[in-house]
């Protein structure tokens, strides 16, 4: 029998399938920590249970993984941790899906891209063309980038050394080239953005040999579909298709093997008939209870509005060019109040550890409430918090 499911139990599964909130019986989230109960094996632990979290932003995607940290995996985590869980080879970033960077665990990126990459692939040859950048050019290119990568070994390599090294080569390269190839090197599954100094953006590595223990599933699609599901609470079919740029064929077969395997199962939105209201649930979840945080502080970017298409649940749809101006893909930081979102938020650099809160039209922010929270990013940033100030709503 299908279970029919409201709004409410929409909000509350998702916020506790993304690690932002704790299971009501014992506090802990979704995810353990295995065997490894430091505070990297925690941040690797949160990376894989998420499958793959938004990582253009270098500084917010550190922070999505750490305001996850003691409600996921039982403890806080630092901002060292995350170094350290990169350093090990147990977290790497890279494209697995949609064409886009992400954070995700070493051993699911070569699966993730052989099951989604088709898309991202195909049409490498048209934007070549119109860099200007030929057959020969990028055999010459990738030769002499893989020679570099294996003398830089472990340590790796910034993109200005790789670029520096195409130079020495005599390769007469473009400035708008160098992302590209960066891209290519990782969506064949050649490179690796692996080891960090810590505030700087990790350095490349030659995905052999940094990836040490990569996972090949029965059933790819059918694992995406599951772990999806599992990370991200109630999804629709075309949730999963957009998230992971595959087709949405595709993701039907992923979900309908997953359901045969008993990882996923039908339901229903309440009021809303046939496929419009046709969710996926992991099974375990269903009839769960989570302690959903009065306030928090999401980074840019985070999967709370990332990891879906539908997003009604999380946010009012009229606010949304509040949160996206422009629609131009830029997620801002946001301010969320019982799992939705009640305002945008940005740090105050003259300010020290400072923050400047907006509320959205209609919303009103608790700024005793939020220095609670501000608390725990200062803490994994290593900062002293500084105050939390209420800007007007925004016209």
């Keep these: 029998m299908t279970e029919t499911i409201t709004d409410d139990d929409v909000l509350l599964l998702r916020m506790r399938s993304l690690g932002l909130a704790g299971a009501a019986s014992s506090g802990s989230g979704p995810a353990g920590t295995g065997t490894d109960a430091s505070g990297a094996g925690r941040i690797a632990a949160i990376a894989r249970h998420l499958l793959a979290l938004q990582g253009q932003d270098w500084r917010s995607s550190r922070w999505a993984l750490g305001v996850r940290a003691e409600r996921v995996a039982g403890a806080p985590a630092e901002l060292a941790d995350v170094a350290t869980a990169l350093n090990s080879g147990a977290v790497v970033r890279s494209w697995p899906v949609r064409g886009t960077i992400h954070l995700l665990a070493a051993e ?32 010459r290119l990738v030769e002499v980038s893989l020679a570099a990568l294996r003398a830089g070994g472990e340590r790796g390599l910034e993109r200005d050394d790789l670029a520096r090294a195409w130079s020495e080569a005599g390769i007469e390269w473009q400035s708008n080239w160098r992302y590209h190839l960066i891209w290519w090197l990782h969506q064949n599954g050649l490179a690796v953005f692996g080891p960090t100094d810590g505030e700087a953006e990790p350095r490349l590595v030659l995905a052999e040999g940094w990836i040490r223990e990569p996972r090949t599933p029965a059933d790819p699609l059918a694992e995406l579909a599951a772990r999806y599901t599992a990370a991200r609470g109630p999804v629709r079919t075309k949730d999963l298709a957009w998230w992971a740029g595959i087709s949405a064929g595709e993701a039907k077969r992923g979900f309908e093997a997953a359901a045969e395997q008993g990882a996923v199962v039908r339901a229903q939105l309440a009021g809303v008939a046939g496929a419009a209201g046709t969710l996926w649930v ?6 769960s209870t989570a302690i959903v945080p009065e306030w928090l502080l999401l980074p840019a970017f985070d999967e709370h509005l990332l990891g879906y298409t539908v997003r009604d649940a999380q946010l009012d749809p009229a606010h949304f060019e509040r949160i996206v101006p422009g629609r131009n893909g830029m997620f801002l930081a946001t301010v969320v109040h019982r799992g939705r979102v009640a305002g945008t938020w940005r740090r105050r650099t003259r300010a020290g550890g400072g923050i400047e809160a907006t509320p959205l039209p209609g ?23 500084g105050p939390v100030e209420l800007a007007a709503p925004a016209a």
């Design 108 to 139: 699911d990126l070569g699966w993730m891209q052989a099951a989604a990459g088709a898309r991202p692939l195909a049409g490498a040859a048209k934007r070549r063309a119109f860099l200007g950048i030929g057959d020969r050019t990028l055999d």
């Design 282 to 287: 992991s099974p375990g979840t269903l009839g």
């Design 363 to 385: 919303s009103r922010l608790d700024a005793a409430a939020l220095a609670d929270e501000h608390a725990r990013w200062a803490a994994f940033h290593g900062l002293v918090p």
